[in-house]
């Protein structure tokens, strides 16, 4: 089994910065994709940013947050990264960290808003940016 915990949110004010972390254990070896999701109130759930490691190493990112965000992974410590810069007030929400196999050839722009094809999620961290 694997398990995803989050953790990094808190409350920050406009212009801030933040960075959310995302720890992996159990079986990862075959893990190659992590994505960064995130849901506000009364919203749908937003790809935020992907990053795909194996071999080849690639990122996609939101238009909302491209410039702005940045992920990366260490992994030596089965940890996924995403910092966050210039914060905003839209960008509060629940943060959610997922984890899949992908094929490189599945890795595309469009796998930020694949989200159900995810197999494993974190429980999710605050972020709440106030104006």
């Known amino acids: 089994a694997v398990q995803v915990v989050e953790s990094g949110g808190d409350s920050v004010q406009a212009g801030g910065s933040l960075r959310l972390s995302c720890a992996t254990t159990?079986?990862?070896?075959?893990?190659?994709?992590f994505g960064w999701f995130r849901q506000a109130p009364g919203k749908e759930r937003e790809g935020v940013a992907t990053?795909?490691?194996?071999?080849?190493?690639?990122?996609y990112y939101a238009d909302s947050v491209k410039g702005r965000f940045t992920i990366s992974q260490d992994n030596a410590k089965n940890t996924v990264y995403l910092q966050m810069n210039s914060l905003k007030p839209e960008d509060t929400a629940m943060y959610y960290c997922?984890?899949?196999?992908?094929?490189?050839?599945?890795?595309?722009?469009?796998?930020?808003?694949?989200?159900?094809?995810?197999?494993?999620w974190g429980q999710g961290t605050q972020v709440t940016v106030s104006s």
């Open positions: 990053i795909y490691t194996h071999g080849y190493s690639s990122t």
């Open positions: 997922a984890a899949h196999t992908f094929t490189w050839a599945e890795f595309t722009p469009d796998v930020l808003v694949r989200a159900a094809d995810f197999t494993y």
């Open positions: 159990g079986y990862t070896s075959s893990l190659n994709t």
